[in-house]
C-alpha cells in the first residue's frame, strides 16, 4: 500500500538517519528527529478523521514505522508504540477525545498499559498512584495511558482483578529523569512515570478487556473497520514492525558496509561465498517476517471488514505469527552482524546500534513466546485455553 505519509518518510529519510546518534546520546528523541516525524504526520495515521487524523489501514502504520525504523530504531519504536494511541483514544470518551486533541491535533500521547497503579473508585471516578517503566517517547507527549487495578476501599487490588486504562494530562503524573539507562533503543527514553495521587474522572478510563475483545466501537457510535479491531492485534503491530524495520536497516548498512570490504586474509567480501549466502538467507528471513507480519493485520482486517467475528483462535494465530517473525527478523541480524568483522563494533558503525536496538526491541514482553505459542497450540487442538493463557491474545 502507498500513503502520503509513507511517501514523506521515504522522501525524509536521510535526515531521519541522520538524527539517531544524537538521540541514542541524549537518551530520547532529538528535537530534529521528533520535527521530522510531526512533519510526515506518522502520529496521526491511527487518529480518527474526525480529530485531524488519517484513520488509515493498520498495514500502512506497519509499513510506515518500518521506514522510520529502517533509518532510526529508537525514531521506529516511539511511531510504533506511539502511534497506536491515537488509535485507543479514537475508542475513548468523546469528551476526552476534545479534551486531548482539541486545541493541538498533533498532541502525541505516551503509555505504558502494565497495571503498575491502583485506582481506587471515589465519587466520579478514581484515585490513581503507582509506579510504571517503559513510558517510551514521554518526553514528547502531554497525555498518558497507564494500566491500573481496580481498587478496593482500602486501595488493594480488588478481587476477582479487573484492569483499567486510565488517562492522565501531563500536569498529574511526574516523568522519573535517569530510569532509562540502556544498551539498545537508547534513544527511546522509555523512562518511569510516578503517579502519588491523582483524581481521573470516569469518563477518561476504560476496562481493558471492552478493547481486548474490541467491542468498543459500538460504545462511542465508531464504524470504521480500523477501530472495530482488538487491542491485542493492534498494540503488537506497531512495536513488530519496529523490530522488523530495525532489521531491515541492519541489513541495509551491513550490505553498505561489505560492499567494499576486504577481509584480514585478503579476501573480498564480493568474493566469499559464505557470506554471500548468510547475506541472501537473512535477507529472505527478514523478508519472511515483514510478510507474516503485514499478512496477519491485513487478514484480520479483512475479516472485521466483512462483518465476520475475530475469534479468540484467530488473535492467538496472529499473536503467535507475529512473535515469530520478530524473533527471525532478529536471529537474522545475528547471522549478518556475526560475519560484519571487528570493524563491525565500532560506535561509529551504525550496524552495531541496529544490533543493540534489534536486541532490546524483542525483550519487550508481547515478543515472549511462551503462552502466547501455548494458547496457540491449544486452541489449534479444539480445547479452550484457561484464563491465565490467555493473557495478551
Request: hydrophobic share 40%.
Amino acid at each position: 500500500m502507498t500513503h502520503k505519509v509513507l511517501e514523506q518518510v521515504e522522501a525524509l529519510g536521510d535526515r531521519l538517519a541522520a538524527t539517531a546518534a544524537d538521540s541514542e546520546a541524549l537518551g530520547r528523541l532529538s528535537d530534529d528527529s521528533v520535527a521530522l516525524i510531526r512533519e510526515a504526520g506518522v502520529m496521526r495515521l491511527l487518529q480518527p478523521t474526525d480529530f485531524g487524523g488519517y484513520a488509515a489501514h493498520p498495514r500502512v502504520f506497519a509499513e510506515t514505522v518500518m521506514a522510520v525504523a529502517q533509518r532510526c530504531g529508537s525514531t521506529g519504536w516511539v511511531c510504533g508504540v506511539g502511534g497506536v494511541h491515537p488509535w485507543e483514544m479514537g475508542l475513548m470518551d468523546r469528551r476526552l477525545q476534545q479534551e486531548v486533541w482539541g486545541e493541538n491535533p498533533d498532541t502525541w500521547i505516551a503509555s505504558p498499559y502494565a497495571a503498575q497503579g491502583i485506582a481506587t473508585p471515589v465519587d466520579g471516578g478514581y484515585r490513581l498512584r503507582g509506579r510504571w517503566s517503559f513510558s517510551s517517547g514521554t518526553d514528547h507527549c502531554d497525555w498518558i495511558f497507564l494500566g491500573a487495578t481496580l481498587g478496593d476501599a482500602d486501595g488493594h487490588p480488588a478481587e476477582p482483578r479487573t484492569t483499567l486504562h486510565v488517562v492522565l494530562p501531563r500536569a498529574d503524573y511526574d516523568i522519573v529523569e535517569d530510569t532509562w539507562d540502556v544498551i539498545g533503543l537508547c534513544g527511546t527514553g522509555s523512562k518511569d512515570i510516578l503517579v502519588q495521587d491523582a483524581f481521573v474522572p470516569a469518563y477518561r478510563s476504560v476496562d481493558a478487556q471492552d478493547m481486548t475483545e474490541g467491542t468498543r466501537a459500538s460504545v462511542v457510535s465508531r464504524d470504521e473497520t480500523l477501530y472495530r479491531l482488538p487491542f491485542w492485534a493492534m498494540f503488537p503491530l506497531g512495536i513488530t514492525a519496529a523490530v522488523i524495520g530495525i532489521a531491515e536497516g541492519a541489513l541495509a548498512v551491513h550490505l553498505a558496509y561489505q560492499r567494499d570490504r576486504t577481509t584480514m586474509t585478503g579476501v573480498r567480501i564480493t568474493e566469499d561465498p559464505y557470506t554471500l549466502s548468510a547475506i541472501s538467507e537473512a535477507a529472505a528471513e527478514i523478508a519472511a517476517s515483514r510478510a507474516q507480519l503485514l499478512d496477519g493485520i491485513e487478514r484480520l482486517y479483512e475479516l472485521t471488514d466483512t462483518g465476520m467475528t475475530v475469534t479468540f483462535a484467530d488473535r492467538a494465530v496472529t499473536r503467535r505469527n507475529q512473535i515469530r517473525c520478530a524473533w527471525r527478523a532478529v536471529a537474522a541480524v545475528d547471522e549478518i552482524f556475526a560475519r560484519s568483522g571487528g570493524n563491525a563494533v565500532r560506535r561509529s558503525n551504525p550496524v552495531q546500534r541496529f544490533w543493540r536496538d534489534a536486541h532490546t526491541g524483542l525483550q519487550h514482553a508481547i515478543h515472549t513466546p511462551g503462552l502466547i505459542y501455548h494458547a496457540t497450540a491449544l486452541t489449534s487442538m479444539g480445547i479452550e485455553p484457561q484464563p491465565r493463557q490467555r493473557i495478551m491474545i
